[in-house]
């Protein structure tokens, strides 16, 4: 349907949502505005290889591409020129903290806190544990009810 | 004069300008989001000793404190309900990044690189080099110029 609200359309069109990571698998309450700012404007997951735009808005490298490409080259955040060819790599310590950001594993029998960098790593290997099939599959972003199987 | 604009009207009540460090001695092109989570959205200095409030807005202990006994228990951010009862500290993965934010040393001959958990150290250590006075002043939010004095 084209009346799905402006999010749905936006997640639908640049198709991430079976890689990229749901802000809910946070294990802390962070301050809100820390969310927000490892948060990509485009489709709302945890920024996936960001990339900065000369106003310094991040979006994920895949988002900003295809937006840009849909919909002309202005950053969708604030409306400023924005093209592939001006973007470029976040500052390390931004890098830094978004890979120690904690995610809490949604297979029901872990629960573990995991940092970002080690986090497919690590549903991974659940998968590898439970090779019958009968584990939780690994987390997508929409996806975290974590006993449907069973 | 109490037609200024209302930013000056809360420094001048919170009355921090001389101990709060301006986000303008942030020494990398962070991510604007990534700066609006570590600036307090009272005095709009870098956060300084933080706290929580329920909706997870943050802001520096003194800010909030004399905000809310001036105004009432009141997010500043978002209007909902906060009082000092109702403050936490925010999560350590924030703290952290909080205190390994690189800053800029104002001092013309030095321009280092400083996190901010070391900053003040580090311009007390430039202040006792030049005990004579001729040193440049430690860095207040407000008086970045480096080069005053001669
Ligand atoms: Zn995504
Ligand atoms: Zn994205
Ligand atoms: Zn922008
Ligand atoms: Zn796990
Ligand atoms: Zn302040
Ligand atoms: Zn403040
Ligand atoms: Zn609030
Ligand atoms: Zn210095």
Redesign the interface.
């Known amino acids: 349907s084209t009346r799905r609200p402006r999010e749905h359309r936006v997640k639908g069109f640049t198709h991430c949502q079976r890689e990229h990571l749901g802000t809910r698998l946070l294990s802390?309450?962070?301050?809100?505005?820390?969310?927000?700012?490892v948060t990509c404007q485009v489709c709302h997951h945890l920024l996936s290889e960001p990339v900065?735009a000369p106003?310094?808005?991040?979006f994920c490298h895949g988002c900003i591409v295809r937006y840009c490409r849909a919909l002309g080259p202005y950053c969708p955040a604030c409306s400023q020129p924005c093209s592939a060819l001006d973007l470029t790599a976040?500052?390390n310590?931004?890098l830094?903290?978004l890979n120690?950001?904690?995610l809490r594993c949604p297979t029901r029998t872990c629960g573990e806190q995991v940092r970002l960098d080690g986090f497919r790593a690590h549903c991974e290997a659940h998968q590898l544990e439970d090779e019958g099939g009968r584990g939780t599959p690994p987390a997508a972003c929409d996806d975290l009810t974590p006993n449907k199987g069973g």
């Open positions: 802390e309450q962070l301050p809100v505005d820390l969310v927000r700012s900065q106003c310094r808005h991040v976040p500052a310590v931004f830094a903290l120690s950001l904690p």
